[in-house]
């Protein structure tokens, strides 16, 4: 069956969306949350990047246009939340597949829909980063903790060149461009996690954090 680009980004909308409530009710576990935060933090981290998407490009939110968005993202959450109160806590390995689909998928949703907005590449690629990032900033902000994207993983990085794949390869198939950019995003992130590597910190600022004084006697 063959899916134009508005299809396409709803169908990756939607795998993102489910990925990533298991990673929002994750954090929430971990933070010791109720039903309701638990609930929350689901929600918000699988619509999160989607909404911001919408907003940039001036349209209204998928999330509140499509009744469908929420009731993915709520029973998505609701599952995780059934998950975690049985087994306490999502097994490493499932939370990284699932963190790196859901990125690969709104990297790839993202780069789609500012191709279909008639955007430069630039703003492509950000569009991408926007989408698998949004979410899961929000989360972190949400837990009280620096987002994961500022500080300790590649996300923001394996969305970009999953969002420039779509561009580069959009012009050729669209389908194929969308399962090269997921394909690329979720590698590039589950590449990094397995080897543990990370983005360097300048110099300069370690030895500031590591000189200066506590966060608590600032």
């Given at each position: 069956m063959h899916l134009g680009s508005t299809e396409l980004v709803g169908t990756l909308d939607r795998i993102g969306i489910v990925a990533f409530a298991?990673?929002?009710?994750?954090?929430?576990?971990?933070?010791?949350?109720?039903?309701?935060?638990?609930?929350?933090?689901?929600?918000?981290?699988?619509?999160?990047?989607?909404?911001?998407r919408?907003?940039?490009?001036?349209?209204?939110?998928?999330?509140?246009?499509?009744?469908?968005?929420l009731l993915w993202a709520v029973g998505s959450s609701a599952l995780s939340i059934l998950l975690v109160s049985r087994r306490r806590s999502i097994p490493g390995p499932l939370l990284a597949?699932?963190?790196?689909?859901?990125?690969?998928?709104?990297a790839a949703a993202g780069a789609l829909a500012g191709i279909r907005a008639?955007?430069?590449?630039?703003?492509?690629?950000?569009?991408?980063?926007?989408?698998?990032?949004?979410?899961?900033?929000?989360?972190?902000?949400?837990?009280?903790r620096v987002p994961l994207v500022l500080r300790s993983e590649v996300n923001a990085t394996a969305a970009a060149l999953g969002g420039f794949a779509v561009w580069a390869a959009e012009p050729i198939w669209t389908g194929g461009a969308a399962l090269l950019?997921?394909?690329?995003?979720?590698?590039?992130?589950?590449?990094?996690?397995?080897l543990d590597v990370h983005l360097p910190v300048p110099g300069g600022v370690a030895e500031v954090v590591a000189d200066g004084p506590p966060d608590g006697e600032r």
């Open positions: 298991l990673s929002g009710v994750e954090v929430g576990a971990r933070k010791r949350l109720d039903l309701f935060g638990l609930l929350v933090m689901g929600v918000v981290t699988a619509t999160g990047g989607g909404l911001m919408d907003v940039v490009l001036g349209r209204l939110p998928y999330v509140i246009g499509r009744e469908d968005y597949v699932a963190d790196a689909a859901g990125l690969g998928a709104f008639e955007v430069p590449v630039a703003a492509v690629i950000l569009l991408a980063m926007l989408t698998a990032t949004g979410g899961g900033a929000v989360r972190d902000l949400l837990a009280d950019g997921v394909g690329v995003a979720a590698g590039v992130r589950l590449i990094t996690l397995a």
